[in-house]
């Protein structure tokens, strides 16, 4: 009887941890993904653009960087066929093309089947602080009745989905993530299933975007005291922040809004005829948003040309030249262009050079090499 | 010893039924004596609701002009009895009011307001220099509104954006800007700073606050008394910018007592 109990007892044994004991079979693991805390940099907006159901998370994060570098986000496998987010916005560009950019001549973008789209490119830097809209003409924000088009989410979508850029298939391209080893493992720890779906995708890069964040510039270091502007920065910073001078603060920020952008758009005194369907008067039907696009914001602004909404401008010098002698005056150029009617700010050859001085202080180089926003060695499916 | 003991537990047994049976006289939530407070902003012309974008206004001076957006700072709202001033929100009181978003229209004070007759109302335009420090505001749409150090720092009292039509017809743009002024020696240096910020005592703002009631005070920016009384403001003259003009800022802050009417609601 008790050799019985003993041989029952090892029985017993034996099958808990073969039915149980597999790693085949282990009970999932329970869904606690990591909380991602953004360090907010001294004098930044404590307010985030986090959307309530797209929470930040260590695993979401990690997730949508492997997304965001992975061409096989077109749903293609062809090499030929590669697209992903940083096709067109490498690091090491300020996550622009920028005009020297060898697919991209001129840093004119282009998609899948070789159309540019419609605008050039906006930066893609401290984005988890904009609240006004993503977009030249700001068509997607968190306001909007659409709820398809409130957020970085839906920027990524329609990325992915529009014929000028990825021209990707949603079914495809989850399909395709479906099946590379590694990738439902990090979907299942990001977002509790490894049944991948397109919207999780979308959360994956918004997260991983929403960590871009730009704050050591040498202008930052001098707010902060760790470093000394030269006496040409610092007049240039003068012009910048004077209406006697190249009043650019009123739009483009300063020491009190380190954005350097207040996110809002402007019609800014470029053309007399405005002939483009996707200005911010095709968003409000507001007649004062007439040719108006969004200020972008002046960090690491060297690396982002070409400028203004059209590219029309190459260098930071000929901005420079038309927001001193080349404004032109009509009914829907905003007020804050109070010099517009004298053709700009009129500022002398020195007092140009200053203000560029100063333009340049914003350059963050730390943020072009940041491991944290760089491309993984490996993705999921290339690990051993 | 058991004597003793027989005297005090009758006499701490009376005492405990006095005291609760006091206790239950007194009303669970007793009656608040106070009531609340609520201030509507609205900006006019000429009486009317102003309309934007429009070039229909002209002002005293006869330079007609629009108004495009207008935002500004007002902070230590007063309510005044007796020659005594109660301070609303203390230091959480500097309201920003943006034409171009609604929320900030309106500001209730989280402070309660003592049941009474009120003689008066007064309220700060922009921000006293005790309270006006730089990178107070880091979120927008408050932040967007900071005042360059080099010019004085702090925040602006005002962003009045519009255009005017020039003595040629020419359409300029205009800033009425307003916040620290600046003193500049011969060599265009600056060499001190001159505090604007006024304080507006609203005419015929008594009122009565009534406990457990809500009282509203809408105040009106009646736009053209910017360019009124006392002083004439010329476009032509003053120009499309007074950032750094502290006469022009002077002159605006001069007008700038006869802009706001008040009306109280129960």
Avoid at chain 1, 207 to 222: E, G, M, P
């Amino acid at each position: 009887m008790k050799k019985m109990k003993v041989l029952s007892f090892f029985i017993i044994n034996i099958l808990a941890v073969f039915f149980w004991g597999c790693p085949g079979n282990n009970p999932p693991e329970p869904y606690q993904p990591t909380p991602y805390t953004i360090d907010i940099p001294k004098g930044f907006p404590t307010n985030l653009n986090i959307p309530e159901d797209n929470p930040m998370t260590e695993e979401g994060v990690e997730l949508g960087r492997y997304l965001f570098y992975d061409g096989r986000l077109s749903g293609r496998t062809h090499p030929d066929s590669l697209m992903s987010c940083a096709t067109c916005h490498p690091q090491g560009n300020s996550f622009e093309a920028g005009i020297d950019n060898p697919r991209f001549p001129g840093g004119i973008v282009f998609g899948m089947h070789g159309d540019t789209t419609h605008h050039v490119m906006l930066p893609m830097i401290n984005l988890v602080w904009n609240f006004s809209g993503y977009g030249w003409n700001g068509f997607i924000w968190p306001e909007n009745p659409n709820p398809d088009f409130r957020n970085i989410e839906d920027m990524v979508r329609a990325a992915v989905l529009a014929h000028d850029e990825i021209d990707g298939d949603t079914n495809r391209i989850k399909a395709l993530f479906q099946n590379l080893p590694g990738y439902p493992e990090l979907f299942a720890k990001a977002f509790g299933t490894d049944q991948i779906q397109f919207t999780h995708i979308e959360k994956a890069i918004a997260q991983f975007v929403r960590t871009l964040i730009s704050a050591n510039s040498k202008f930052d270091r001098y707010l902060r005291g760790e470093e000394q502007l030269s006496q040409s920065e610092l007049q240039g910073y003068v012009l910048f922040t004077t209406e006697e001078g190249a009043d650019c603060f009123h739009c483009h920020g300063g020491a009190g809004n380190p954005l350097f952008t207040t996110h809002l758009f402007y019609n800014n005194g470029k053309d007399t005829l405005f002939t483009d369907p996707a200005d911010r008067y095709a968003i409000t039907n507001k007649t004062s948003d007439i040719g108006a696009y969004k200020a972008t914001t002046l960090r690491n602004i060297e690396f982002q040309a070409p400028y203004m909404h059209d590219g029309r401008f190459k260098t930071l010098e000929e901005v420079i030249d038309f927001y001193s002698e080349g404004l032109k005056n009509t009914p829907y150029v905003n007020p804050l262009m109070h010099h517009v009617a004298d053709g700009g700010v009129r500022l002398t050859p020195q007092e140009k050079a200053n203000l560029l001085n100063f333009i340049k202080t914003l350059r963050d180089d730390e943020f072009l090499v940041n491991p944290d926003f760089s491309k993984p060695d490996k993705f999921p499916d290339e690990r051993k | 010893m058991k004597i003793s003991r027989i005297v005090i537990l009758p006499v701490l047994a009376v005492l405990w039924v006095l005291l609760n049976a006091s206790s239950c006289n007194e009303p669970d939530n007793p009656e608040p004596e106070s009531g609340k407070i609520k201030f509507v902003f609205d900006h006019t012309v000429d009486g009317q609701p102003v309309e934007f974008d429009k070039m229909i206004y002209e002002n005293e001076a006869g330079n007609p002009y629009l108004v495009n957006e207008i935002q500004y700072f007002v902070s230590d709202f007063r309510l005044w009895k007796d020659g005594n001033a109660l301070l609303l929100d203390k230091w959480e009181d500097i309201h920003y009011v943006d034409t171009d978003l609604p929320e900030t229209r309106s500001y209730s004070p989280a402070d309660d307001v003592p049941a009474g007759t009120f003689d008066s109302i007064t309220f700060v335009f922009g921000i006293t220099k005790e309270k006006n420090q730089s990178f107070m505001f880091v979120n927008p749409p408050e932040s967007f509104m900071f005042w360059p150090e080099y010019l004085g720092g702090g925040y602006h009292y005002m962003k009045l954006n519009g255009k005017w039509k020039d003595l040629q017809e020419v359409v300029r743009p205009f800033n009425f800007h307003m916040g620290i002024g600046q003193i500049y020696n011969d060599s265009d240096e600056i060499t001190g700073f001159v505090q604007n910020y006024f304080t507006v005592s609203l005419p015929n703002s008594n009122f009565v606050m009534e406990a457990q009631k809500a009282t509203l005070v809408t105040i009106t920016m009646n736009i053209e008394q910017w360019f009124k009384e006392p002083n004439l403001w010329d476009f032509n003259y003053w120009g499309g910018d007074i950032m750094e003009n502290q006469e022009a800022m002077h002159t605006a802050k001069d007008n700038g007592h006869n802009v706001f009417t008040v009306k109280v609601e129960d």
